[in-house]
């Protein structure tokens, strides 16, 4: 009887895993859209404003902070309430702030405020991995998880379409529009969307459960792999458009563009990296996006010529990204215990939005004071390299057992 009943619930979630996965993904990346908004813009604001490049520097770098550090509570909240509320709740919160920002666009310290509480919808992130995860076997936990991250795509959109929509239909309506689109996908979520038949809610008090996983060792290597594979690519998402502007003169629409071609190339990576994982292991995947990321980083350091050069160094710099944030949540997935996954998930994606926080305000610092960016694309590099060197000598065991 027993038997019978893991059959059919096993036959319900295999049933309901494609659809399920598809829905996040769009949730996903709707909520990534909104939360990039500013980014694409930054021009604009820039010349309304008269800002220096550290003050729009700190303007496209404010959404990701609450994005970052709300992944905590929101992974938390995911274990104990699921992911179909928690992706309900996260794109209706987000629909006030993303109309204020649009009716804040002659204000500065307005701008800040609104793109602070922005931020939100870049906690959705952190309802996904577990959901999609409790959905599917282990051993296609890496493929989800990865098609899941497909959806940081709505950066790419942001970058694409916002500055056109913009241009095109106004600020305001632009942003009105987004609105209306994080409220179907809120309404998505709750009509249609089901938690995984084998999940059950985690009602262990949130606050020690939070301090165990921050006594789990693994929740803190895994927070420096994703703080570079995730806060790269969050930092050149946002940031790309700006330093293009500067640095090569190309117009809003031409440095969106140029951004959208960063963020698909990551997009396109990152399930590419969850199924590598599950055939090649995920510490060799990492590796390679990390040394990878180190490389390019260390080509662009020395502004190479538009278009053929420097672009295909971005792409490059992108797949090795994307490439890097699919092979860590694989090896979250091997290594974290279901009841887990959520909160070391907030912890996790936490540090990867903060690692996409500072590097923008560290490019606007450097581009200000020497007048190029040498100097931050070095930085990075030598991280990518010291990330690497970790990886590698902390996972060895793993790295040699794939």
Request: overall charge positive; charged content about 10%.
């Amino acid at each position: 009887m027993s038997s019978t009943a893991e059959i059919e619930k096993s036959t319900t979630r295999h049933s309901g895993s494609g659809a399920n996965l598809a829905m996040a993904t769009a949730v996903f990346a709707v909520a990534f859209w909104a939360w990039n908004l500013i980014g694409p813009l930054s021009k604009t604001y820039s010349e309304r404003l008269g800002l220096s490049p550290t003050q729009t520097a700190v303007l496209v770098a404010f959404p990701v902070l609450v994005g970052a550090v709300g992944r905590i509570p929101v992974g938390i909240l995911t274990d104990r309430y699921g992911g179909r509320r928690m992706f309900t709740v996260v794109a209706f919160v987000s629909v006030l702030p993303t109309a204020l920002v649009g009716l804040s666009s002659d204000s500065y310290v307005a701008l800040l405020v609104w793109g602070f509480f922005l931020g939100v919808a870049g906690t959705a992130f952190a309802v996904g991995v577990p959901f999609v995860s409790a959905w599917h076997r282990p051993e296609r936990r890496g493929f989800a998880t990865g098609v899941y991250g497909a959806g940081m795509g709505g950066t790419a959109l942001s970058a694409l379409l916002t500055p056109r929509l913009a241009e095109s239909f106004g600020l305001l309506e632009t942003h009105l529009a987004m609105c209306a689109a994080l409220a179907v996908t809120g309404a998505i979520a709750w009509l249609f969307m089901r938690d995984a038949p084998e999940w059950t809610p985690n009602r262990q008090p949130a606050v020690p459960r939070f301090r165990a996983v921050l006594k789990l060792r693994v929740t803190w290597q895994l927070s420096l792999l994703y703080a570079l594979a995730f806060g790269g690519f969050v930092a050149f998402s946002t940031y790309l458009p700006t330093m293009l502007t500067s640095a090569y003169d190309f117009a809003q629409t031409e440095a969106g563009m140029r951004a959208a071609g960063f963020s698909f190339a990551a997009v396109v990576a990152r399930p590419l990296g969850g199924m590598l994982s599950d055939r090649i292991g995920p510490v060799r995947v990492c590796l390679a996006s990390f040394f990878g990321a180190m490389a390019m980083a260390v080509v662009l350091a020395f502004h190479p010529p538009a278009e053929l050069p420097a672009g295909l160094s971005f792409v490059l710099m992108a797949t090795a990204l994307g490439l890097g944030t699919g092979g860590v949540f694989a090896l979250l997935a091997a290594l974290v215990e279901p009841s887990r996954v959520g909160t070391v998930t907030g912890v996790v994606g936490a540090a990867g939005g903060l690692g996409g926080y500072f590097p923008p305000l560290v490019m606007g610092v450097v581009y200000q004071a020497t007048g190029d960016y040498m100097l931050g694309l070095l930085l990075l590099a030598t991280t990518a390299l010291l990330v690497g060197i970790f990886t590698l000598r902390v996972f060895r065991a793993r790295f040699q057992s794939a």
